[in-house]
Nanobody, 122 residues
Framework: QVQLVESGGGSVQSGGHLRLSCSVSGLTVGSYAMGWFRQAPGKEREGVATIEWNAANAYYADSVKGRFTISRDNANNTHYLQMTNLKPDDTAMYYC???????????????WGQGTQVTVSA
């Protein structure tokens, strides 16, 4: 049974930072692209950052470039999203996902976590 479990969400003030973790079981992370997506109330789910299976390339939404960094630890079946200089517009439920291709499209990812809430206050 595939399980992805996010952790590290919380409430911070604008300019703060958080590190999200995604622990994966039931599949070998090293064979998959991994990604982070987010969904704010009333909005569609959007791709935040994705990374190829070997970390050769990573992709970011324009809104987070220069502030967020995705990384992975295949040996420990975990990947991360380091978020700095957080803004109120970053407030959303953040989901980790595993898929075949590391593009910022949710439809390319077929295994999902339950999400962790990130709230940024002004």
């Amino acid at each position: 049974q595939v399980q992805l479990v996010e952790s590290g969400g919380g409430s911070v003030q604008s300019g703060g930072h958080l590190r999200l973790s995604c622990s994966v079981s039931g599949l070998t992370v090293g064979s998959y692209a991994m990604g982070w997506f987010r969904q704010a109330p009333g909005k569609e789910r959007e791709g935040v950052a994705t990374i190829e299976w070997n970390a050769a390339n990573a992709y970011y939404a324009d809104s987070v470039k220069g502030r967020f960094t995705i990384s992975r630890d295949n040996a420990n079946n975990t990947h991360y999203l380091q978020m700095t200089n957080l803004k109120p517009d970053d407030t959303a439920m953040y989901y980790c996902a595993a898929g075949t291709y590391a593009f910022l499209k949710a439809e390319l990812f077929n295994a999902w976590g339950q999400g962790t809430q990130v709230t940024v206050s002004a």
